[in-house]
């Protein structure tokens, strides 16, 4: 149970093009979802979270009319990255928690993440 | 502030025993997550701590120490795809998990 997926895997683009990547949780409801930003070698950081019909809320730095999320049910959350450039090239990683629906051991407050999507601006 | 400390890396042997140590400070404590990420993947759920104590799974286990801002993780019987980076990750007031940096862990035949 608590399985994430992301689409796509992997995708190259040109700078000036807008991208969007979905995260769905799969066997469970989630509350919240959040979406992370990784470059090579350092750590997660977070980008925004968001709750299913809500605003998302995004950190301090986080242009969020760049980077569009909507979480319109409680299964799948979208982040689309508008106008991307080279910069914007990272390894997007999504995350879900919820507190209903999963079989098996889920614990509340447990992000389980997506498989993470590898972005390529050139 | 808020703030995690883990080795950046270390080196352990194959069929061997290793212990991770993280200590953290955060405004306000919800509980510990452990993850492992492999290179070039997402990171994956080990375990989860919010009383204090020892709390196995298979050849992981994970302790916590609330009072002293403090967890390890041990993995038993290395495998050599155990090699990974491995993240602490405590759970503050807003319950906005906190992530540092890992330590990557070498695993050698």
């Known amino acids: 149970g608590a399985v994430v997926s992301q689409h796509p895997s992997r995708v190259i683009c040109k700078s000036g093009t807008s991208v969007k990547i979905e995260c769905r949780s799969l066997d469970f409801q989630a509350t919240t979802m959040f979406w992370y930003r990784q470059f090579p070698k350092q750590s997660l950081m977070l980008m925004a979270t968001s709750n299913e019909g809500s605003k998302a809320t995004y950190e301090q730095g986080v242009e969020k009319d760049k980077f569009l999320i909507n979480h319109a049910s409680l299964t799948l959350s979208t982040l689309t990255v508008t106008s991307a450039h080279p910069e914007d090239s990272s390894f997007y990683i999504c995350?879900?928690?919820?507190?209903?629906?999963?079989?098996?051991?889920?614990?509340?407050?447990?992000?389980?993440f997506g498989p993470g999507t590898r972005l390529l601006v050139l | 502030g808020q703030n995690i400390d883990q080795p950046t890396e270390m080196t352990a042997t194959e069929g061997a025993i290793v212990q991770i140590n993280c200590t953290y400070q955060t405004s306000g404590f919800n509980g510990l997550f452990w993850y492992q990420q492999h290179a070039g993947e997402a990171p994956t759920f080990l375990s989860y701590n919010v009383l204090d104590g020892l709390e196995e799974k298979g050849r992981f286990s994970s302790f916590l120490s609330r009072s002293k801002g403090y967890s390890y993780l041990l993995l038993k019987e290395l495998q050599m795809k155990d090699s990974a980076s491995y993240l602490c990750a405590p759970l503050d007031s807003n319950y906005q998990l906190i992530w540092g940096a890992g330590t990557k862990l070498i695993i050698k035949p």
């Open positions: 995350s879900a928690r919820g507190s209903e629906g999963a079989k098996g051991v889920h614990i509340e407050e447990t992000q389980y």
